[in-house]
Nanobody
Framework: QVQLVESGGGLVQPGGSLKLSCTSPNTIFKDVSMGWYRQAPGTTRVLVALLSPYGATNYADFVKGRFTISRDNAKNLLYLQLNNLTPEDAANYYC????????WGQGTQVTVSS
């Protein structure tokens, strides 16, 4: 069973930044396409960003220019840099494969409020 652990969320003011991290003991991130997803209360989980093994990225329109997905191959960490946050970005953020596996992690909560 794939294990995914997200961290780095928190409370930030509008316009602020956060950097989320994802780790896994049994997924080598450089070998698979990985993504970040988010889910706000009462909504469905949506894809935010994708990173291919070759370094190609793809972003949802609502985060383009503000969020950046990246990875550290040596540490096997997946990141999501969130800049210029708005209250609409508040959600629980998850990492998973581009074709998600059923075993989602707990996610990490991002709250944007003044």
């Amino acid at each position: 069973q794939v294990q995914l652990v997200e961290s780095g969320g928190g409370l930030v003011q509008p316009g602020g930044s956060l950097k989320l991290s994802c780790t896994s003991p049994n997924t080598i991130f450089k070998d698979v396409s990985m993504g970040w997803y988010r889910q706000a209360p009462g909504t469905t989980r949506v894809l935010v960003a994708l990173l291919s093994p070759y370094g190609a990225t793809n972003y949802a329109d609502f985060v383009k220019g503000r969020f950046t997905i990246s990875r550290d191959n040596a540490k096997n960490l997946l990141y999501l840099q969130l800049n210029n946050l708005t209250p609409e970005d508040a959600a629980n953020y998850y990492c998973n494969r581009a074709i998600p596996v059923p075993s989602w992690g707990q996610g990490t909560q991002v709250t944007v409020s003044s």
